[in-house]
């Protein structure tokens, strides 16, 4: 096959397989090359610069990388093709280092596979956020090692609480489930990541790829670096929850709040642990048929029986105090082939460290059991008293129904109690 032959095959499978993205300056600047290839020229940085980036004659390439980090951005697309798509082709595209084309090369020869292009470089606070990570992980690994001993006929007795037999006597597998937060990099136009980005509506590369779609101007500023985090409270809530769940001889996956599909909600039974706010898609079916709406954050609350706010105020705790309040979310509900799901949430830390401690203590679940009439779909929410992230104390504020009927199909069911559960008591 001629030359011009494989230059117009390989772009061709290169633009068909998506690789370029949303990006129009990608697009353009690979057309660009490609028309340069096949016409045998061989054109300097500052063509590049006003045939594609639209500068003008007065454009000084010494003081912006422009061209320079496009062609980096190019050969990183490149990559991803041939490492994917394109892994069986015997030879590939390749942009040869300081010129602005298209060259054929064979795999087993292309110095870009010997010597691949360098990643963004992280500067520290990406290291950082890295570390945090790591360090979130282990402290989940520790809470696998370091399970609270509590007593044998206490576990006894809280194994056998409707909230947890439902799950332990059943053969299905367990999910427990871990709410985590993605975040992706802002870049800067020397490829380098100046800062790292939370954004409540992108939870998942797929999330961020979708995002750039719809807004392909940013397609050149935000980069997947692969990062998710969790809240440390979600380590000492499973320190809590393991040994309730340990003795059910079945097998117990962890997975993020993340990784979720709607499958998983009609085949296993699913205990989530975790902020509000890191629910993923559980998040929705949980407040379909719940009393509680958030505000105008996940650390607001607001119950449309009564009308009252809930406001954590461990975000932004009250200088003159040395305690604040928090809120502790719990749910437990069947799912639709008779699966059990399980809620212990909060709006921050202590909220989420007290709620687990309260489902998995004699007393505190035998309140808890009190205040729901034994019903098999309810909710609880917990006011909790938090100093420096520590869990100082908290109380059972209500309990109420859940709609099952809102959460799996979307319509309402007219035949269901009220609302309103047993009164709460306080704890003897």
Known sequence: MLETEQLHAHAERIRSSGVLGRSRLIRRLFDFLLDCSLTGKAPKEIEVAIDVFGKDARFDVSQDAVVRVYVHKLRRKLEEFYAGPGRTESTRLAIPKGAYRFAIERVEESPEALNPAPRPRLPWRVLLGASLLANAVLLLVL????????????????????????????????????????????????????????????????????????????????????LNYLPTSAAFALRDVLPILAPAHRRIRVALASELSPAIFTSADVVYVGYLSGMGMLHDLVFAGSRFSEGDSFDELIDHATG?????????????????????????????????????????????????????????????????????????????????????????????RLNTSRIWT???????????????????
């Open 410 to 428: 979307g319509e309402p069911d007219t035949s269901a109690p009220p609302t309103a559960l047993a009164p709460v008591r306080a704890a003897r």
């Open 308 to 400: 009252r706010r809930y406001i954590s105020q461990a975000a932004v705790p009250l200088h003159d105090e040395g305690t604040y309040h928090d809120y502790g979310y719990f749910a437990s509900f069947p799912g639709p082939t008779g699966n059990q799901v399980v809620v212990i949430a909060g709006t921050r830390d202590v909220a989420v460290m007290h709620t687990a401690d309260a489902v998995t203590r004699v007393s505190t679940l035998k309140q808890l059991d009190a205040s729901a009439a034994k019903a098999s779909a309810f909710e609880a929410l917990y006011e909790v008293y938090g100093m420096d992230r520590m869990n100082l104390d908290g109380k059972l504020l209500l309990t109420s």
């Open 143 to 226: 809470a696998y090692l370091n399970v609270r001993h509590a007593p044998t006929e206490d576990l006894a007795a809280v194994r056998s609480n409707p909230v947890w037999s439902r799950i332990l006597n059943d053969d299905r597998t367990i999910f427990l489930v871990v709410g985590d937060y993605y975040i992706f990099g802002e870049t800067d136009q020397t490829m380098e990541v100046r800062r790292l980005v939370r954004e409540f509506s992108i939870n998942s590369s797929g999330d961020l790829d979708r995002y750039l779609k719809q807004h392909p101007e940013e397609a050149d500023h935000y980069l997947d670096l692969e």
